[in-house]
Nanobody, 115 residues
Framework: QVQLVESGGGLVQPGGSLRLSCAASGSIFRIYSMGWYRQAPGKERELVARIITSTITNYADSVRGRFTISRDNAKNTVDLQMNSLKPEDTAVYYC?????????WGQGTQVTVSS
C-alpha cells in the first residue's frame, strides 16, 4: 500500500517562508512525476508545482519565482520551498505522485499566510 506523508505546513506572516516535505512509501512502480497541488476554501484544487526530472519542472504562474520544487529520487521525497508568501497562498497543500502503479495523494497540510 502506498502512503504519502506530508509535513511542514503552518501559520506564517506575509513575506515569510515555509518548506513543505512529502515522503512516499510502499510499492510504487516507476514514478513519472511528483508535485504539489493546493485547494483554497470555495475553490478548485490547482497545480502549484510539479517535477519530472531535476531540469523539467512546471509552476503555476502565481508562484513562479517564489516557490521552488525539488525531488530526491533515492528517497522518494519531494519538497516545496515557499518564499515571499502572500495571503492568497493560503490553502490546503496536497502532495501528488503520478506513477506507473497509479496516482496517489497525500492527506493535505494547511498553509495559512496571515498577519
Amino acid at each position: 500500500q502506498v502512503q504519502l506523508v506530508e509535513s511542514g505546513g503552518g501559520l506564517v506572516q506575509p513575506g515569510g517562508s515555509l518548506r513543505l516535505s512529502c515522503a512516499a512509501s510502499g510499492s510504487i512502480f516507476r514514478i513519472y512525476s511528483m508535485g504539489w497541488y493546493r485547494q483554497a476554501p470555495g475553490k478548485e484544487r490547482e497545480l502549484v508545482a510539479r517535477i519530472i526530472t531535476s531540469t523539467i519542472t512546471n509552476y503555476a504562474d502565481s508562484v513562479r519565482g517564489r516557490f521552488t520544487i525539488s525531488r530526491d529520487n533515492a528517497k522518494n521525497t519531494v519538497d516545496l520551498q515557499m518564499n515571499s508568501l502572500k495571503p492568497e497562498d493560503t490553502a490546503v497543500y496536497y502532495c501528488n505522485v503520478n506513477s506507473g502503479s497509479g496516482l496517489y495523494w497525500g492527506q493535505g497540510t494547511q498553509v495559512t499566510v496571515s498577519s
